[in-house]
């Protein structure tokens, strides 16, 4: 903290000539030891300062002169006394005004943690929401196909990138599913099938890969579909079989009894 001195206290002029003071009685009463603060210019040289004098005085007598040594020594020491405190002027400050009982720098420490406060820039925070929200959407997504997808579907795996924060975020992620056809059994794996396909377009926004997955289990159900009608028509075959025999039985049988003859007319 710096002080700042008024120029009552700071202003100093050299003295004039010593005085000359005439051997007398008073002159040896007066030589008597004084204080230190009462040193009179007389006998310090010529380059000493007092203590406090006006430049210009008019000269005194000399019984009047060592009274005015002594009252200067006696100013000297009340303007020694008040060199160190605030004069008119009052404290001087440097730098920005500060609140009572604030510390230095903590204005301007808040300053930082207000717009600093993650320890990231405006560029680094950006990229961080723009991890986080892709982050959601990619969890929400594979998420939506494991769901789905049932006993045909995986744990959903993901892809990670570390942001500027060194947090890890979902960049990306996939689940496997199950497409293969169930051997011999074309009504399972139709339904399997449909399972599949809800199952790869259950995100709001399906990407191009779960729109190939959903067709491949539209193309094997399909053909599921064509093995199931075949098998029902092989099933039926017999049964058709069966009816056709027993026509032909039938009218085999017929054929044999013959037709009824008619009756024979009288001839007159």
Known sequence: MS???TPETTSYARCGPPLAVAP????????????????SAAGSGEGARPAATVSGAPRLAPATAVAAQEAGGQASGQTGGQ???PGPGGEAKSGPAQA???APGQQS????DETDASGLTEEEQAEVDALKERDAEVRRHEQAHAAAGGAYAGQPTYEYQ????????AVGGEVNIDVAPIPDDPAATIRKMDV????????????PQDHRVAEQARATREEARGDLAAEQSEALAPTEGAQAQAIAAYRAAGAAIG???PAASAVA
């Not at 420490?109 to 930082?112: F, I, L, N």
């Not at 570390?162 to 975020?169: A, E, L, Q, S, V």
């Open 3 to 5: 002080i700042a001195i």
């Open 24 to 39: 007398s009685p008073l002159r040896a009463e007066t030589e008597a030891p004084q204080p230190a603060a009462a040193v």
């Open 83 to 85: 060199a160190g405190e």
């Open 100 to 102: 009572p009982g604030e």
């Open 109 to 112: 420490s808040q300053a930082t």
């Open 162 to 169: 570390t942001g500027p924060d060194g947090n890890r975020y």
């Open 196 to 207: 599949v396909i809800r199952a790869a377009l259950a995100p709001e926004e399906p990407s």
């Open 259 to 261: 037709s009824p003859r």
